[in-house]
Structure formats: structure tokens, C-alpha cells
């Protein structure tokens, strides 16, 4: 089947402009979550949604990030007044459960890579 | 602050040979383990999942946990070329769904070259 997709494969924008990363997670799959990846470094997670409950928004670097899920299905992060340190890839992952359990695998999207000039 | 440790490498292993790729964590409370490979430019992909004491096996990959000590590892037999990769252990807590615990925490990843 299909997996985690994500858009625009690529997005290159001027300091100070506000961009819109797009996910469309596994069907049916309750998780969803939002990583940055820095050139070079590990994951760093932004934002974990599981099924209605509220988000984990506890990685969220600044109030300039923010990020949305309609139901259990697509989700967009949102960047206002980008910064040269957001440049990075930003990977979404979904699982079929929460991570906690045996149905927490995450499946990971091919990633947004991200420049601020 | 739940913190996941790995050497960072690059770890250099000749072809056909063990590599051993380890891991620590901080989180006693920890229960579920996972080794993600990551390609150079892709994203990463799950190798392994563990979750109880002692060995799993999955043809040329071994994960080990010991609780005790908080070490997982991860064990590839007969290295190949196309092992070369960036190799992420991930850790978390709990294996109810008390949610606030769910995210995975990820280590930076270990390079690993297999020379041929």
C-alpha cells in the first residue's frame, strides 16, 4: 500500500516568509508525528498527534512553529517568519498506534528539505 | 531529560565481518527499542524492533537489550556493502497508552562503512 507522503519534496524561501509543509500519513494509521533533521545530526522531534487526544507540542522550538491534523489524517507544520537556522530536512512519521505499544512502528516520509536563504 | 547515547563513528567494518552497534539510554522506565537505518539523503527505515531482555534475530541482524544495564545493540553478520549506513537507535517509555509518553526519543546515529 501506500506510504507516508509528503510536500513539497523540496521548498527554498527567503528569511521572513511563512511556509506550510504538507504530510499525508499511512491510511488508517492514528499517529502522526513531525521531526526536524539538521544536516549531519539526529532526529529532533516537533509534534506528536495520537488519534483526538491534544498534541504533544513539547518539541516545538519557538511560537513561530505550529502545526495541524485534520482528524487522523493529513497534516501541515507551518512555519511563520522562517529563520536561516529552520533550514533542514522535516520528516513526518505515522504509526498504526501510539508509540508506546506493539502497533508504534513508525514509518517515516521521504522528507521536505527545507532552505532559508 | 530522557537522553539516548551512541558513538558516533564513523564505525569502519570489512566486508563479511560483525558489526557491533551500541546503544545507551537514561530512562529506566524505558520498554520499547528500535534500530532505524537512515541512508545518506533518505529517510530512515525500521531494521528492528525489541522489547523484552536478551536476543532477537532477524537473519543478518541481532538486536540485544539488557534492561538492567540500559544497553540495546545491534549486531549485523556478514557485512555488506550496502550496510553502509547511518544507524539510529530510538527508545521509549511504556508500553500502555498513557499518552504524554509516546515519542520516541532518538540517539544521533551511528556511521557505519563497510569496506569492501
Known amino acids: 500500500g501506500a506510504g507516508v507522503s509528503q510536500s513539497p519534496s523540496n521548498k527554498v524561501t527567503e528569511k521572513g516568509k511563512d511556509v506550510e509543509l504538507r504530510c499525508d500519513p499511512i491510511s488508517g494509521h492514528t499517529a502522526l508525528y513531525w521531526y526536524r533533521q539538521r544536516l549531519g545530526q539526529g532526529l529532533e522531534f516537533l509534534i506528536y498527534?495520537?488519534?483526538?487526544?491534544?498534541?504533544?507540542k513539547s518539541g516545538l522550538p519557538s511560537d513561530r512553529f505550529s502545526a495541524e491534523r485534520t482528524g487522523e489524517s493529513v497534516s501541515t507544520l507551518t512555519i511563520q517568519r522562517t529563520q536561516q537556522e529552520d533550514s533542514a530536512v522535516y520528516l513526518c512519521?505515522?504509526?498504526?498506534?501510539?508509540?508506546?505499544?506493539?502497533?508504534?512502528?513508525?514509518?517515516f516520509g521521504p522528507g521536505t528539505r527545507l532552505t532559508v536563504l | 531529560q530522557k537522553e539516548v547515547e551512541q558513538n558516533s563513528g564513523p564505525l569502519s567494518v570489512p566486508e563479511g565481518a560483525i558489526a557491533s552497534l551500541n546503544c545507551t539510554y537514561s530512562?529506566?522506565?524505558?520498554?520499547?527499542f528500535f534500530w532505524y537505518r537512515q541512508y545518506s539523503g533518505k529517510s530512515p527505515e525500521l531494521i528492528m524492533s525489541i522489547y523484552s531482555n536478551g536476543d532477537k534475530e532477524d537473519g543478518r541482524f541481532t538486536a540485544q537489550l539488557n534492561k538492567a544495564s540500559q544497553y540495546v545493540s545491534l549486531l549485523i553478520r556478514d557485512s555488506q556493502p550496502s550496510d553502509s549506513a547511518t544507524y539510529l537507535c530510538a527508545v521509549n517509555e511504556g508500553l500502555s497508552s498513557n499518552f504524554g509518553n509516546e515519542k520516541l526519543t532518538f540517539g544521533t546515529g551511528t556511521r557505519l562503512t563497510i569496506i569492501p
Open positions: 512519521a505515522s504509526s498504526l498506534g501510539p508509540a508506546g505499544g506493539l502497533q508504534g512502528t513508525q514509518y
Open positions: 530512562d529506566r522506565g524505558s520498554q520499547s
Open positions: 498527534f495520537q488519534g483526538n487526544s491534544a498534541p504533544d
